[in-house]
């Protein structure tokens, strides 16, 4: 019996900085549409779908960057989200940036969930590597400060068994570092689900448009065939204020091979049947970790963070 899941890439065109969530979505919601009629169960949005990437600003009023975060998920105005999924029996990925009081604290992180067909959220997942910066940086032409506006994520990298499979989520600058990969695969991941925004230039060295595509689609097919899993990137692109974000939203097999990529740098919905299966025979030979992988050599991974040559 195969065990097939039809996944659709939900690739959003720019969000203007005050455009409401509810416009936001209700184009969410026109795509999830699309994706029941294309036979989808699984829809994939990008990293901070509600909002514009806010991180390119630099704002010192918190309440004015509160103004992107959700306190509470679902809330009223994300509500038709989770409403459709119950209608048209389709689960998500979504991003947004979460709000929390924990630990006596209010907290910030970069946040995925995982919602299943029933309009219910079965996982969570905070973005580990947060890019960027925390303070101004008068040489960009525009900021990344993601460092400044969320902690890193303290919930490792789980899996989840839902939608028929097991699936794991990362989160835009998670998908350059294998170790987001092998420690889903690692627990025997079938799909990564991850959403991005990812300016088209380097704001502070020259690297060209080309390069800066192969690097995100390099990233997720080596992640998708050294685990033998599906990974499905989405994308926030187009001219986001003032700012080209990169399109390329993709599908990648557990091959390593893209299935399916966006076209255009608007809302577009890429769709895929993905055997949840198909990345076993990889799991078994090549990448058969139990058999292959010698732990006692990588002890380095999880004991240093920063470079040390030899003296
Ligand atoms: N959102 C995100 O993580 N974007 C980064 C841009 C890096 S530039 C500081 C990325 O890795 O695509």
Not at 167 to 181: A, V, Y
Not at 268 to 282: N, S
């Amino acid at each position: 019996m195969t065990r097939v899941l039809t996944v659709a890439g939900a690739q959003l065109g720019p969000i203007a900085r005050d455009e409401p969530r509810s416009q936001a979505v209700g184009r969410m919601v026109a795509l999830m549409e699309k994706a029941h009629a294309k036979g989808a169960g699984f829809v994939v949005f990008p990293e901070l779908a509600l909002t514009t990437f806010f991180p390119r600003w630099f704002i010192t009023d918190q309440a004015e960057v509160d103004r992107f975060f959700e306190a509470i998920m679902p809330n009223p105005e994300v509500q038709p989200l989770f409403d459709a999924a119950r209608r048209l029996g389709l689960g998500f990925y979504l991003g947004y940036a979460e709000r929390v009081r924990e630990a006596g604290r209010v907290r910030h992180f970069n946040t995925a969930i995982l919602v299943d067909a029933s309009g219910a959220i079965v996982g969570r997942y905070r973005k580990v590597h947060l890019p960027g910066h925390a303070e101004f940086d008068p040489k960009r032409p525009w900021q990344h400060l993601e460092k400044r506006y969320f902690e890193p994520g303290d919930l490792g990298f789980p899996v989840f068994r839902a939608m028929g499979g097991i699936l794991g989520m990362c989160i835009c600058n998670d998908r350059r570092w294998p170790e987001t990969f092998r420690v889903m695969g690692l627990q025997g991941v079938e799909l990564v689900a991850l959403g991005y925004n990812t300016p088209v230039r380097n704001a502070v060295a020259r690297e060209s448009e080309h390069l800066r595509m192969m690097h995100n689609q390099m990233s997720m097919q080596a992640g998708a065939y050294q685990n033998g899993t599906w990974v499905v990137g989405v994308a926030k692109a187009g001219a986001e204020e003032g700012v080209d974000m990169m399109a390329g939203s993709c599908i990648v097999a557990p091959t390593g091979e893209i299935v399916a990529q966006a076209m255009t740098e608007g809302d577009e919905l890429i769709v895929y049947d993905c055997d949840l299966d198909a990345g076993r025979y990889i799991k078994e030979t090549v990448f058969n970790f139990a058999a292959h992988r010698r732990i006692e050599h990588y002890g380095l991974i999880t004991s240093q963070t920063g470079v040390v040559p030899p003296a």
